[in-house]
């Protein structure tokens, strides 16, 4: 891998075409899962409160 300074003071690395697809494919899967997450948190929480969300004194 090339080396090259970076912003940080420190040696940068330079990704190949490959490793930066690669890594993309990787933080997209990450995300969708993250997303997945919270929608499966959110619906499950929704059915335990079942009827009782609707039926609540404010």
Known sequence: MKER???FGG?????TEEQARSRRQRNI???ATIA???????AVTIV???A???NRTI
């Open 36 to 42: 997945l997450l919270a929608v499966l948190f959110y």
């Open 48 to 50: 335990k409160f079942g």
């Open 29 to 31: 899967a990450i995300g």
């Open 5 to 7: 300074a970076s912003g």
């Open 11 to 15: 040696p940068g690395v330079v990704l």
């Open 52 to 54: 009782a969300i609707i």
